[in-house]
């Protein structure tokens, strides 16, 4: 959403949507580390573990931050993330996922 519009270009000189979007992806980063092994299980196919791993890329390497790297998580992998998340949840909410009511 943030991208909306823009090239790589754009998105390299401004500030305030490459802050943002960072703050997206370690939030979705966070999000998937609190799924934790559950993500896989409700929802296969995305690479679980570098979703969660990005979070910790991001906050560990803001030095030197390959922009190209958050380019494409930001216009191929999130939008990819959320489609698979959108499909996966009908069988979640229909309770065929393997979170227990009471979790």
């Known amino acids: ?5 823009m090239d790589l270009e754009h ?5 305030k949507t490459l802050d ?7 939030m ?7 799924l934790g092994e559950q993500a896989e299980t ?7 573990r570098d979703i969660r791993g990005l979070g910790n890329w991001l906050r ?3 030095d030197g931050i390959d922009l190209d790297v958050i380019w494409h998580a930001a216009t191929v992998d999130a939008p990819a ?5 959108l499909a996966a949840l009908p069988d979640v909410e229909r309770g065929s996922g ?6």
Do not use: K
């Not at 393997?98 to 979790?103: K, P």
């Open 1 to 5: 959403m943030h991208t909306a519009g």
């Open 60 to 62: 560990h390497q803001y």
């Open 98 to 103: 393997s979170v227990a009511a009471d979790e």
């Open 28 to 34: 979705i980063s966070e999000a998937a580390i609190r």
């Open 81 to 85: 993330l959320r489609e698979a998340v």
């Open 20 to 26: 943002a979007v960072e703050r997206n992806l370690q």
């Open 42 to 48: 409700l929802c296969p196919g995305p690479e679980w």
């Open 11 to 15: 998105f390299r000189t401004d500030v």
